[in-house]
């Protein structure tokens, strides 16, 4: 072996390293190129690899990590904006699905409505046809007795007084400015049913009845008369109240029971004395004659006290006299020749006590 244990070397020697159990021969020139690569990389290498480089190689390993992980945010939001989309879809189906059925729907309903204000103005139609022949029938005495032998009246007067009574009070300040229709069905139904309860009452055995079977009708008389409101449906409003209150409620004024019924109702004066400025004429007529009722009858003035001697309501009377319809006129003097009798009754008993 011409290499040595010192590592000291003759020209053109070999140099061997040990490899495994070996050794690889290496020319000198080799050794030494490689000997001064390496020198040269211990000189340079700490002027290259310096504190900036190395910041810089961590800061491209985290951007490298960072744009790895915003690859598969990246990813997973593609994921998720597909998710959504299909989501999307399947709503936007739904919601047409939807909409179809809400115009067939509404089709329906719209049809449903036509068939219901058919059925409405049938059911009217054929109610006030009905009441119109009870209201015709009501007119013969017969007619009248076989309903209450048939037992049939009560019922019909507890279905009218309701009716009746639903009807007044849908005349409300919203329909003021609607136009009045005299011969709508509706309201001819209205009119059929108050004329039967007056035909009814102008029947003895009718009075006799409500008199002393139905005080409920009585009562929702004077409540209905109660609940009309000036200017709504002005005509149909005198209409009702010339029929439906004031003339049923004087026909039942001409039996004793029932007018001293109708004059314990504490609301009744008040609403005559009310009635007695309307401005038609046959209210104030149909008014004056139930007043009239309630003067001659002596127990009444017993029950009502002093209201009748009230000098506004004999002031009122008094006006009407110079009214220019006949009938009017003569009823309001009749009236007011019966208030001053009272009057003067009633200072007699208080000069004789």
């Known amino acids: 072996m011409s290499a040595s244990l010192s590592g000291k070397s003759l020209p053109g020697a070999m140099v061997k390293t040990r490899k495994q159990d070996g050794f690889v021969r290496v020319r000198k020139r080799d050794l030494e190129k490689l000997t001064t690569e390496v020198m040269q990389l211990r000189e340079f290498l700490p002027k290259v690899l310096n504190k900036d480089l190395i910041e810089m190689l961590h800061k491209a390993r985290a951007a490298q990590t960072m744009k790895d992980h915003l690859v598969q945010d990246q990813e997973r939001l593609r994921q998720g904006c597909l998710h959504l989309q299909s989501c999307l879809e399947t709503v936007q189906s ?8 809400k115009l067939l729907l509404r089709e329906q309903l719209w049809q449903s409505g036509t068939e219901l204000q058919q059925q409405a103005d049938f059911c009217s139609g054929l109610g006030s046809a009905a009441c119109s022949l009870l209201w015709s029938s009501s007119a013969r005495e017969n007619t009248v007795t076989h309903w ?10 507890a279905v009218a007084v309701q009716t009746l009574e ?31 309860i007056t035909n009814i009452a102008a029947v003895t055995c009718g009075r ?11 009562d929702t008389l004077v409540k ?27 026909n039942i004024s001409i039996n004793v029971k029932g007018l001293k019924y109708i004059s314990e109702n504490p609301g009744l004066l008040p609403l005559i004395w009310k ?16 007043l009239q009722s309630m003067l001659l009858e002596e127990e009444v003035p017993i029950l009502l006290g002093s209201s009748l001697l009230n000098p506004d309501l004999k002031s009122r009377v008094s006006q009407l006299t110079s009214m220019v319809q006949p009938s009017l006129r003569l009823t309001a003097q009749q009236t007011l020749e019966d208030l001053q009798a009272l009057q003067q009754g009633k200072g007699c008993k208080q000069n004789s006590l």
Do not use: I
């Open 224 to 250: 209905l008369l109660q609940l009309m409101k000036p200017g709504v449906f002005p005509k149909l409003k005198v209409y009702v109240e010339q029929w439906l209150m004031l003339m049923a409620l004087y």
């Open 94 to 101: 739904e919601c047409q699905k939807e909409r179809e059925e």
């Open 148 to 157: 209450l032998a048939d037992g049939k009246l009560e019922p019909f007067l």
């Open 166 to 196: 639903s009807f007044v009070r849908s005349l409300d300040e919203e329909v003021k400015t609607q136009a009045e229709d005299h011969n709508s069905k509706e309201h001819q139904f209205v009119l059929a049913l108050a004329g039967t």
């Open 208 to 218: 006799d009845f409500l008199s002393s079977s139905a005080h409920d009708v009585l």
């Open 275 to 290: 009635l007695l400025d309307d401005g038609d004429w046959e209210v104030c007529l149909h008014s004056l004659r139930l």
